[in-house]
């Protein structure tokens, strides 16, 4: 089996730094180390094993996010965490990187992991500002699932901006802006 988790752990490392359509299956046995032989023993060929790695690197995304998501303090305290928390700014999300690849949004199945990734952070995200403005802690004001849906544009879109200028600046002013936005609410 470790041939299959280095083949997995390899294509979420290229699909994070090329996308889809600049992996090629050589790329991904030269990382991973192991032959063709090996690859085609355990998947049936590369949308197969994207398909794993794609699931793979949300299900780690959502397993960091929620810890943050569920760490102490009220909901504007954890979200603000969320938006501020270390990143690799530069190499953009994981995820959310791969919705500009055109082969990954045409197919169904690569796709699927980005767009239940998206639907549970902005549920998750809706559900704490609703708990917040249930207990009047935050301004009723503001639809939870549009402040939810901002949320995530800020963070993707300030992923955008810094790969653009190559600085980690922009991501940063939007985050902290976006966080300074949610205090005013309180």
């Known amino acids: 089996m470790a041939a299959r988790e280095q083949l997995i752990s390899a294509t979420q490392e290229l699909l994070w730094e ?27 060929g590369k949308p197969d094993l994207a398909a794993v790695a794609l699931r793979r690197s949300a299900d ?11 760490g102490p303090g009220g909901a504007l305290e954890r979200m603000s965490a969320y938006l501020t928390r270390e990143r690799d700014v530069l190499r953009g999300c994981r995820v959310g990187g791969l919705t500009q690849d055109p082969e990954v949004i045409a197919d169904e199945v690569l796709r699927e992991p980005l767009e239940d990734t998206f639907a549970w952070l902005r549920t998750r995200l809706s559900d704490l500002i609703a708990q917040d403005q249930e207990r009047g802690d935050l301004d009723r004001g503001v ?15 300030g992923y955008v901006l810094a790969r653009a200028q190559q600085s980690v600046e922009p991501f940063q002013e939007a985050a902290t802006g976006m966080a300074a936005m949610l205090a005013m609410l309180a």
Do not use: W
């Open 18 to 44: 090329r996308g889809y359509v600049a992996t090629s299956p050589k790329a991904i046995q030269q990382r991973a180390g192991v032959g063709q032989g090996s690859m085609y023993h355990h998947f049936e």
């Open 60 to 70: 780690d995304l959502r397993a960091d996010v929620e810890a943050i998501l569920n």
């Open 143 to 157: 639809a939870p699932e549009q402040l939810a849906s901002m949320i995530c544009a800020v963070v993707q879109g």
